[in-house]
């Protein structure tokens, strides 16, 4: 093969990675001086292959999935390819619809959950993670969020959402979508609030399904209430402490050793650790302090000797 060719050759085999997202940096393959295969919107092939791998680990939300310009395509993810009451991961990635390369410069802003409460004929937003960052540097095309949505679906209301999307340039997104919300199984209930004078504020516990027996990162958001209530409730900007004491109700309120408090990182998240030592409902009884040390949240109310503010986790 001469050198032409065999340039063609090449490109063309590279062609064939494309279908599975191997835009190959380091190869370079160039034709009349343009570099077929490096594409500088995404990754390197060992990257490309971090991100392919990661979706394989969650499902679609075709609702919130959407094509910009014609040019791009955005795929939203959640775990369960749905939505639960509480605290959800969202992750998304944009793909370029001729080749299917992922694009690594996009950005994701102003999401907006929307409850239509049916009785009040009243709408009323949520708990939002304040920004879509990188998820993580060996998967640099995922970005990840979160929402956690106050209610589930039902008579009582529906749930719309809306978001933004850049990519290179491009605008686009999604406005006011109808999507489901599933409501958690019994024995879980990860979503809870406290008042402190006529602010109140939201305490979101971040997926416990992924806990195991024995001990744990516990990791948790503290967000306010907007005024007006449509507007996405942000993180809460005060530093609190979240003293926790985990109980088996249905074992006669025995606790577990080696629990510590949830105190502020600095992303925003709280976390502490817990230690739950056998399956069952675990009810985890919680103690809002302020940066000063005083009681705000689950002092009072005490139910049985215990803070009536609680987490429901079922191991
Ligand atoms: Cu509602």
């Not at 910009?68 to 959640?78: I, L, N, P, Q």
């Not at 409501?183 to 516990?205: C, E, M, R, V």
């Not at 942000?234 to 629990?259: K, V």
Request: a negative charge.
């Amino acid at each position: 093969m001469n050198k032409k060719v065999m340039t063609l050759f090449l490109a063309i085999a590279s062609l064939g990675l494309v279908s599975c997202n191997s835009n190959d940096d380091e190869t370079g393959i160039v034709i009349d001086g343009i570099d077929l295969t490096k594409d500088v919107d995404c990754c390197s092939a060992e990257e490309a292959l971090q991100v392919y791998k990661f979706i394989q680990t969650v499902k679609i939300i075709p609702e919130l999935s959407t094509e910009v310009d014609g040019k791009y395509e955005v795929w939203a993810y959640t775990k369960t390819g749905t939505l639960h009451k509480g605290y959800n991961d969202l992750y998304f990635v944009v793909t370029k619809k001729k080749t299917g390369n992922y694009v690594k410069y996009f950005d994701i802003k102003n999401i907006t959950p929307l409850m239509h409460m049916v009785k009040m004929d009243m709408w009323h937003s949520t708990p939002v993670g304040s920004t879509f960052e990188v998820f993580d540097t060996t998967r640099p095309a995922v970005k990840q969020g979160w929402v956690s949505l106050l209610m589930n679906t039902s008579d009582a209301g529906s749930w719309q959402f809306s978001y933004d999307i850049e990519v290179l340039g491009s605008k686009g997104g999604v406005q006011k979508q109808a999507i489901k919300v599933d409501a958690l199984p019994d024995g879980q209930d990860w979503l809870k609030n406290f008042k402190i004078g006529d602010d109140t504020y939201f305490l979101s516990l971040v997926n416990p399904s992924d806990w195991k027996t024995g001990k744990n990162t516990i990791q948790a958001y503290v967000s306010k209430k907007s005024n007006p209530i449509t507007t996405p409730y942000a993180l809460a900007t005060e530093t609190f402490t979240i003293e926790i004491d985990p109980r088996m109700p249905d074992m006669g309120n025995h606790t577990s050793p080696d629990n510590t408090p949830l105190v502020k990182q600095k992303d925003g998240s709280y976390t502490g650790n817990i230690n739950l030592t056998m399956t069952g409902l675990w009810r985890i009884h919680l103690t809002v302090r302020d940066a000063e040390g005083n009681i705000v949240a689950g002092g009072d109310d005490l139910k049985d000797g215990f803070s009536s503010l609680y987490w429901d986790v079922t191991l």
